[in-house]
């Protein structure tokens, strides 16, 4: 029986990449020439990165960088959740945590999205991923479609097809 898995995976090779990419372009900003401005990995989470500033604005403008080199990178700018910033006298901070892995809220609307849509297939939530199944490729290809168009809140692949 055909079968595919939907996960929401991140490659950490390419989050540094863009991290790296972010910090040169950092270097190289007229407007950032001489500040403390910089983005690192979070040494306890490995999928957060922290931006650190002079001020609130340039956090503002950091962001903006950091979703434009992870979305050359091939990440998507959806999964990136941003906390609040935290400000001093001397810097200000931001902590922007990349999702990953589809949650249990977000399981549950792809199955129901597929019993709503009547197409022949079975959706299961395995853990962080969903798998479906059904008798015909072409009934797996239209859930595809269907998963494309429902928004979760975390960019979905598609793997592990199997006929």
């Known amino acids: 029986m055909p079968s595919f898995d939907v996960v929401s995976e991140l ?40 931006m650190r500033g002079e001020v609130e604005f340039q956090l503002k403008q950091m962001l903006d960088m950091l979703r434009i080199r992870m ?19 001397a810097e200000a901070r931001q902590k922007v945590v990349l999702k990953h892995g589809i949650d249990q809220e977000s399981a549950k609307k792809l199955t129901k999205a597929v019993k709503e849509s009547g197409l022949k297939v079975q959706a299961q939530i395995q853990g962080d991923k969903v798998r479906v199944t059904g008798k015909k490729r072409d ?14 809140g975390v960019p979905l692949q598609f793997e592990n097809f199997r006929d």
């Not at 050359?72 to 999964?79: F, V």
């Not at 906390?83 to 006298?89: G, L, P, R, S, V």
Request: proline fraction near 3%; charge should be negative; aromatic fraction near 6%.
């Open 11 to 50: 490659d950490g090779h390419e989050i540094t990449n863009a991290i790296d990419q972010a910090n040169r372009e950092l270097a190289q900003r007229f407007d950032f020439k001489g500040t403390i401005c910089e983005f690192t990995r979070d040494p306890k989470d490995e999928f957060a990165v922290l």
């Open 71 to 89: 979305s050359k990178r091939g990440i998507d700018p959806s999964c990136l959740d941003v906390k609040d910033a935290e400000t001093n006298i």
């Open 139 to 152: 009934d797996l290809q239209e859930a595809i479609a269907l998963f494309r168009k429902t928004d979760v």
